[in-house]
Nanobody, 121 residues
Framework: QVQLVELGGGLVQAGGSLRLSCAAS????????MNWFRQAPGKQRELVGG????????ANSVKGRFTISRDNANAKNTVYLQMDSLKPEDTAVYYC??????????????WGQGTQVTVSS
């Protein structure tokens, strides 16, 4: 089993910054990818961006404003989402999504519990 713990989020004014973190622990061999999604009220969940061993990728709507990084030191297995120049349209529940390699079988995926980000105008 794999556990994901998300921290961060909250209320910020437009133009401000927030940082989210997502820490993974449990039984897995290694991490294939860590991604961030968000879901605004009445909208579908959308991919914000992600990080693999090959690098990072971002949705066009957040490119240049959001930065995803990863901390593997001491098996922390934590991914961060630094959000700058926030806009009211960034308001959503943010979820981390982890894909891991396991000893037996296909890679498995897990969702974090979600954290609310609210940007006021």
């Amino acid at each position: 089993q794999v556990q994901l713990v998300e921290l961060g989020g909250g209320l910020v004014q437009a133009g401000g910054s927030l940082r989210l973190s997502c820490a993974a622990s449990g039984n897995f061999v290694s991490i294939a990818a860590m991604n961030w999604f968000r879901q605004a009220p009445g909208k579908q969940r959308e991919l914000v961006g992600g990080i693999t061993n090959d690098g990072t990728h971002y949705a066009n709507s957040v490119k240049g404003r959001f930065t995803i990084s990863r901390d593997n030191a001491n098996a922390k297995n934590t991914v961060y989402l630094q959000m700058d120049s926030l806009k009211p349209e960034d308001t959503a529940v943010y979820y981390c999504y982890l894909v891991v390699f396991v000893l037996v079988g296909q890679p498995r995926s897990f969702w974090g519990q979600g954290t609310q980000v609210t940007v006021s105008s």
